[in-house]
């Protein structure tokens, strides 16, 4: 059992790494200071790499989500 902990706690670590590059390999929004007050905003829109890198950075976020979950549950 203390194997599949550690392989598990391998397996969140890569993720986590992962997730650190796609963030990091973004590209910003600088569209100005209009947005911050509720401009046109188009952040579910996106398209191109750009809309692939989000996607899989959302799926990735809620795959480290869900591994602290179980990986707190599973010292219980």
């Not at 194997?3 to 590059?21: D, E, K, M, Q, R």
């Not at 390999?25 to 200071?33: I, R, S, V, Y």
């Not at 191109?48 to 959302?58: A, H, I, M, N, Q």
């Amino acid at each position: 059992m203390e194997i599949l902990h550690t392989l598990f706690v391998i397996g969140y670590v890569l993720i986590a790494a992962l997730l650190v590059y796609l963030v990091l390999n973004q590209e910003p929004k600088t569209t100005g200071a209009g947005d911050l007050l509720g401009g046109s905003g188009d952040l579910f829109s996106a398209r191109g790499v750009t809309g692939g890198l989000y996607r899989l950075t959302v799926v990735l976020g809620a795959v480290f989500v869900l591994g602290a979950l179980i990986l707190g549950i599973w010292r219980i």
